[in-house]
């Protein structure tokens, strides 16, 4: 007795390329399977694109806050000042605090900080900044701050004026060389009541962080002047701390709030934007299954196609039957049909899918120039420019995807050409 032919054998492949290559008055492809190919083709396309700029957007609203803000914030409980009445919250004994947080394990860098926020002039033009009192030596270890390629002007001349973000320059219109006034509510106490401080500075850096919102308000001011200005003699307000891995820091803080004394407590980079991370999870989430329900509909359309041509096919179906061809072999005959189609589709929609990832600054200032400009406002996105990152995985379980949709929705079809019954099939031809 003659043994069934091994799945998938070269015959089999040979009559579904055939059926493949068929003409439309042959009862070959349908337009229906070349939509189903366009359809997959733009489904994985836009799969792959949405995962690149969520990962590409993510990466760089995280990169930007990891390379301008402090990871972790160490600052004391209120204090309620017996003289003023008022809570006290600032950092006496900062050195000593902070040499104690630099011997926690995993901690790179500790710097005293005095902040506050004031109105910064230049002739006619005002702005609302936040200060940050830093010393030069810690200045120069803020990564997207210290930047050479995006800043302007000679950090080592930080201790002589003040360093602005790109954004608080545009607002007031200065430059280097300009001086901006710092205008302080809480200034100079005497006997008549507290009167405003006013100071003028030279811009001496301006600096572009990436993210708007920080470069609309941030100005560097030096540790020792800041002290005078806000009125902090021998005082910081909080030590801002930079770990090697940021991504653990939450393991950290007890360390952190242990090695700093009773009073202190801490807040990291997480708690400040965990709220948005968290959306920004939940987006993720919810894009994945929409573009997933788009996949599918895509891959719906091999359905309609494959039935089409099993329609046509039927006398076919019908001599293979009865010439000794299996159930097996006719599902596996109508199968690579419906399967082709998925992987051709995946292929293009990979191929495409990259090249956005990869070309998207040129292809989005394209689209910009042709909505007429300002189709990114920074104020909103907080960041300047759509980013997109390519990474493996994501392409992978777009792949992945497609494919196993494709080859899910081909059985039911291909399993109705497998037991059409030869004898009804050759009936009426």
């Not at 003409?23 to 349908?30: I, L, M, T, Y």
């Not at 701050?145 to 007031?172: H, K």
Request: with cysteine; charged share 20%.
């Amino acid at each position: 007795m003659p043994s069934s032919p091994a799945p998938f054998a070269p015959f089999e492949w040979m009559i579904a390329w055939r059926y493949l290559r068929a003409k439309r008055a042959e009862g070959g492809v349908s337009v229906m399977t070349w939509i189903s190919l366009i359809g997959i083709t733009l489904a994985v396309f836009a799969l792959i694109a949405t995962l690149a700029v969520r990962s590409g957007f993510r990466a760089e609203f995280v990169d930007t806050i990891l390379g301008s803000n402090a990871h972790v914030t160490v600052y004391n409980s209120g204090q309620v000042d017996g003289q003023t009445g008022r809570v006290d919250r600032t950092i006496e004994d900062y050195d000593a605090m902070a040499a104690q947080v630099r011997k926690v394990d995993g901690v790179k860098r500790v710097a005293p900080l005095v902040k506050g926020q004031v109105m910064a002039n230049a002739r006619s033009r005002n702005a609302g900044v936040q200060v940050f009192g830093i010393k030069p030596a810690d200045l120069k270890t803020i990564p997207r701050v210290a930047d050479p390629e995006t800043a302007q002007g000679d950090i080592e001349r930080f201790a002589e004026g003040v360093a602005i973000g790109s954004g608080v320059a545009r607002e007031l219109g200065v430059s280097l060389g300009d001086k901006i006034k710092l205008i302080s509510p809480n200034g100079v106490k005497t006997a008549f009541g507290t009167s405003p401080r006013v100071n003028a500075y030279e811009v001496v850096y301006v600096f572009t962080a990436g993210r708007y919102d920080i470069d609309r308000v941030r100005v560097y001011l030096p540790f020792g002047e800041a002290q005078s200005f806000f009125n902090r003699e021998g005082r910081a307000d909080e030590l801002e701390v930079m770990v090697a891995d940021p991504d653990r820091v939450e393991e950290m803080t007890l360390d952190l709030m242990r090695a700093a004394g009773d009073r202190s407590q801490v807040w990291t980079w997480k708690d400040a934007s965990g709220g948005f991370l968290r959306a920004l999870e939940v987006e993720d989430n919810v894009m994945f299954i929409i573009l997933s329900i788009l996949v599918l509909i895509a891959a719906m359309n091999i359905t309609s196609g494959l039935i089409m041509l099993v329609k046509n096919k039927g006398r076919d179906i019908g001599i293979l039957r009865t010439m000794g061809l299996t159930e097996g072999s006719v599902l596996r005959v109508f199968f690579i049909c419906g399967a082709f189609t998925g992987i051709i589709g995946t292929v293009f929609g990979v191929i495409l899918g990259c090249l956005f990832a990869i070309y998207i600054d040129p292809i989005f200032s394209f689209v910009n120039v042709m909505m007429g400009g300002q189709v990114w406002d920074p104020s909103i996105r907080g960041i300047y420019h759509l980013p997109a990152q390519l990474q493996f995985a994501d392409v992978v379980s777009a792949v992945v995807l497609s494919l196993g949709l494709s080859f899910v929705v081909t059985i039911f079809p291909a399993r109705r050409a497998a037991r059409m019954n030869p004898v009804e099939a050759l009936r009426y031809e």
